[in-house]
C-alpha cells in the first residue's frame, strides 16, 4: 500500500528524532569568554611601560592580544581593564571586546600625584587558571605653575654679612606637587649685595636656595627669585639694615 510505512523506515525516523531532542550534551554551547574558544593566551601587546604628566592622557593605548591554544587570534572575547590604585587615574571604558586581530584597546588617563602605578587586564568571565596581563605607567609632576616662599619676606640684617635665614622658594605644578629640576633665577635689586649664584636648580622637594651677602649700607636691600612661568614670580625678599 502506498501509505504503509516499512518497519526499517520507522527505524530511521525514531534515530533522527532521538538525537535531536535526547544529546543535548553533545551541543557546544557559546562560551562568554570567546565563543567556544578555548584561550591559551592573554598578553600585553603594546602600552606598557610609559612614561606620562599627572593628569594627562598617556601618548599611547593600552593593547591586550589574545589567543586561542592554537595560537590563533581568539576575535569577540571580553576583556577588563582595572587600576590596580585609584589614584592612577581613569580609563575610558573597564571593558573591551577583542577584534578580528585579537586585539583590546583601553586609553588611560593619569592620576594627579606622581609615581608609578599598574592597570591589570582579565578576561571576564574565564573559567579555570585565570589568566592577566599588566601594565605599568610612571606619573611625572607637570609643568611648573606656581612660586612660593618657603621663609618670611622681610628679616632684620647687618652690613657685609649674611642674611640669617637663607632665601628659600618652592615651585609646584597646577596639582600642588613639587616640581624638580626648575631653574630659579636670583638677582639683587637693591642694596648692592651678591648672591652665591645667579642660578639654583630645585630638589626632589621642589626648593631652591641661595645664600645672600647683604652690601654695606644702611637701609632696605632686595633681593628677587623668579622662573620662567608661574603663578608668583617674582618673589621679592628684603632685607632691613639699621645700622
Same mark, same amino acid.
Given at each position: 500500500?502506498? #501509505?504503509?510505512?516499512? @518497519?526499517?523506515?520507522?527505524?530511521?525516523?525514531? /534515530?533522527l528524532?532521538?538525537?535531536a531532542?535526547?544529546?543535548?550534551?553533545?551541543?557546544?554551547?557559546?562560551d562568554?569568554?570567546?565563543? %567556544?574558544?578555548?584561550?591559551?593566551?592573554?598578553? &600585553?601587546? $603594546?602600552?606598557d611601560?610609559?612614561?606620562?604628566? /599627572?593628569?594627562?592622557?598617556?601618548? $599611547?593605548?593600552?593593547v591586550?592580544?589574545?589567543?586561542?591554544? &592554537?595560537?590563533?587570534?581568539?576575535?569577540g572575547?571580553?576583556?577588563?581593564?582595572?587600576?590596580?590604585?585609584p589614584?592612577?587615574?581613569?580609563?575610558?571604558?573597564?571593558?573591551?571586546?577583542?577584534n578580528?586581530?585579537g586585539?583590546?584597546?583601553?586609553? *588611560?588617563?593619569?592620576?594627579?600625584?606622581?609615581?608609578s602605578y599598574?592597570?591589570?587586564a582579565?578576561?571576564?568571565?574565564?573559567e579555570?587558571?585565570?589568566?592577566?596581563?599588566? @601594565? #605599568?605607567?610612571?606619573?611625572?609632576?607637570?609643568?611648573p605653575?606656581?612660586?612660593?616662599?618657603?621663609?618670611?619676606?622681610?628679616?632684620? %640684617?647687618a652690613?657685609?654679612?649674611?642674611?640669617?635665614d637663607a632665601?628659600?622658594v618652592r615651585?609646584?605644578d597646577?596639582f600642588? $606637587?613639587?616640581?624638580?629640576d626648575v631653574?630659579?633665577? *636670583?638677582?639683587?635689586?637693591?642694596?648692592? %649685595?651678591?648672591?652665591?649664584?645667579?642660578?639654583?636648580?630645585?630638589?626632589?622637594a621642589?626648593?631652591?636656595?641661595?645664600g *645672600?651677602?647683604?652690601?654695606?649700607?644702611?637701609?632696605v636691600?632686595?633681593?628677587?627669585?623668579?622662573i620662567?612661568?608661574?603663578?608668583?614670580s617674582?618673589?621679592?625678599?628684603e &632685607?632691613? /639694615?639699621?645700622f
Amino acid at each position: 500500500m502506498p #501509505h504503509t510505512i516499512t @518497519f526499517s523506515v520507522r527505524l530511521a525516523l525514531v /534515530v533522527l528524532l532521538t538525537g535531536a531532542l535526547g544529546c543535548s550534551s553533545d551541543l557546544l554551547l557559546p562560551d562568554p569568554t570567546g565563543g %567556544g574558544q578555548t584561550i591559551g593566551a592573554l598578553t &600585553a601587546a $603594546n602600552g606598557d611601560g610609559q612614561t606620562g604628566t /599627572v593628569g594627562e592622557l598617556l601618548p $599611547n593605548p593600552l593593547v591586550v592580544r589574545v589567543l586561542t591554544q &592554537a595560537e590563533e587570534p581568539a576575535g569577540g572575547v571580553e576583556v577588563s581593564f582595572e587600576l590596580a590604585d585609584p589614584a592612577a587615574g581613569t580609563l575610558d571604558h573597564a571593558t573591551a571586546t577583542t577584534n578580528t586581530t585579537g586585539e583590546a584597546f583601553a586609553h *588611560w588617563t593619569l592620576g594627579t600625584l606622581p609615581g608609578s602605578y599598574t592597570v591589570v587586564a582579565r578576561l571576564v568571565g574565564a573559567e579555570g587558571e585565570e589568566k592577566v596581563a599588566e @601594565f #605599568h605607567a610612571l606619573a611625572r609632576p607637570g609643568a611648573p605653575d606656581t612660586l612660593s616662599s618657603q621663609i618670611p619676606l622681610k628679616q632684620p %640684617g647687618a652690613r657685609g654679612q649674611p642674611v640669617d635665614d637663607a632665601p628659600l622658594v618652592r615651585v609646584v605644578d597646577r596639582f600642588g $606637587n613639587p616640581v624638580p629640576d626648575v631653574p630659579v633665577a *636670583w638677582q639683587v635689586i637693591a642694596g648692592e %649685595g651678591r648672591v652665591d649664584s645667579p642660578i639654583t636648580t630645585t630638589d626632589a622637594a621642589g626648593e631652591a636656595s641661595v645664600g *645672600w651677602t647683604l652690601g654695606d649700607r644702611i637701609g632696605v636691600h632686595k633681593l628677587s627669585a623668579a622662573i620662567e612661568s608661574g603663578t608668583g614670580s617674582p618673589i621679592v625678599f628684603e &632685607a632691613i /639694615v639699621l645700622f
